[in-house]
């Protein structure tokens, strides 16, 4: 079974261009989780997505960052005319249903943002 | 609200004992334990749900005491693949985890 993909590994973008982080959550999870996580810090909660729905967004920068999880393909954290503290690791997880059913999450390995 | 991991980081040789420990503000519904090696996706260890019971994954094992709101995670005989930073998830019923600072745990030979 393949685990929770991101895709790309790594990505650079210039000050002022667009970045957009996919995720395909693993198979037959239908809740998809954003974190960011700076250097040697911890994660932070962006937002926590199902199918067609944005259940929970208080963690998201309310400016220049979205994100969808569409009926079909992948969910995508898409950042506008990026800054050079948008430089971080987004992790996304997914899990078969809400946390609050005392499922767990399941990590992807991430995309390495780097902003220049 | 985030919970508070303590101590921020521990340096053991191999075969010694840690607890870190994680505590919140807030009345809690669940804890995860999840450990995240340099470079990788964090990992989950064990969740611990309502009832102050206590789990076990190999030498690691963890408690939760709901009244006190905290948990803590202890590494017996601990090995050198137990390198990594620890992280503690809190869920209180919002349908997402909140995780701690991170404790980084360093085992030496």
């Known amino acids: 079974n393949a685990g929770v993909m991101q895709n790309p590994r790594h990505l650079v973008r210039r000050r002022g261009q667009e970045a957009r982080l996919r995720c395909s959550p693993m198979?037959?999870?239908?809740?998809v989780y954003w974190y960011r996580q700076l250097p040697e810090e911890g994660l932070k909660f962006m937002v926590y997505l199902q199918k067609e729905n944005i259940i929970d967004e208080s963690g998201m920068p309310k400016e220049r960052f979205s994100a969808e999880f569409p009926k079909e393909g992948p969910s995508i954290l898409r950042i506008q005319q990026v800054v050079r503290g948008d430089s971080a690791a987004y992790f996304c997880?997914?899990?078969?249903?809400?946390?609050?059913?005392?499922?767990?999450?399941?990590f992807g390995n991430g995309t390495r943002l780097t902003v220049t | 609200q985030q919970p508070v991991q303590s101590p921020q980081a521990v340096i053991l040789r191999e075969g010694e004992d840690a607890v870190i420990n994680c505590s919140s503000s807030k009345a809690l519904y669940s804890v995860h334990w999840y450990r995240q090696k340099h470079g990788e996706a964090p990992v989950f260890l064990m969740i611990l749900l309502k009832g102050g019971e206590q789990k076990g994954h190999e030498k690691i094992s963890a408690s939760f005491n709901e009244k006190k709101q905290q948990s803590s995670l202890y590494l017996t005989a601990s090995q050198l693949s137990y390198s990594g930073t620890y992280f503690c998830g809190t869920e209180r019923g919002a349908q997402k985890l909140v995780f701690g600072q991170g404790t980084r745990l360093t085992i030496n030979p």
């Open positions: 997880a997914s899990s078969p249903g809400g946390t609050a059913t005392g499922v767990t999450l399941h």
């Open positions: 198979k037959g999870h239908s809740h």
